[in-house]
Nanobody, 120 residues
Framework: QVQLVESGGGLVQPGGSLRLSCAASGSIFSISAMGWYRQAPGKQREWVAYITNGGSTDYVDSVKGRFTISRDNAKNTVYLQMNKLKPEDSAVYYC??????????????WGQGTQVTVYS
């Protein structure tokens, strides 16, 4: 099994910054992609950003130019640097990873989520 543990959420004022981290552990042979999703109260979970093992990235339009996803392949860790935060960024942020386990099977795992609250 593969476990993901997120950290770095918290309270911040509009215009502020936070950096989320997500570390993957377990029977990991390789990780093909890691990403971040978020879910605000009463709304569906939405995709925010992803990064492949080759370093290709993409973002939802609402965060382009403000958020940056990066990855440390040696540590199986993905980061989300969030700048110029807005109240509408408030949500529980979830990490996701996909890849192969040593058993040869595919995995797709989610973290437990970390709360980000942007308040004025």
């Amino acid at each position: 099994q593969v476990q993901l543990v997120e950290s770095g959420g918290g309270l911040v004022q509009p215009g502020g910054s936070l950096r989320l981290s997500c570390a993957a552990s377990g029977s990991i042979f390789s990780i093909s992609a890691m990403g971040w999703y978020r879910q605000a109260p009463g709304k569906q979970r939405e995709w925010v950003a992803y990064i492949t093992n080759g370093g290709s990235t993409d973002y939802v339009d609402s965060v382009k130019g403000r958020f940056t996803i990066s990855r440390d392949n040696a540590k199986n860790t993905v980061y989300l640097q969030m700048n110029k935060l807005k109240p509408e960024d408030s949500a529980v942020y979830y990490c996701n990873a996909k890849g192969l386990e040593y058993s040869g099977g595919d995995f797709g795992s989610w973290g437990q989520g970390t709360q980000v609250t942007v308040y004025s």
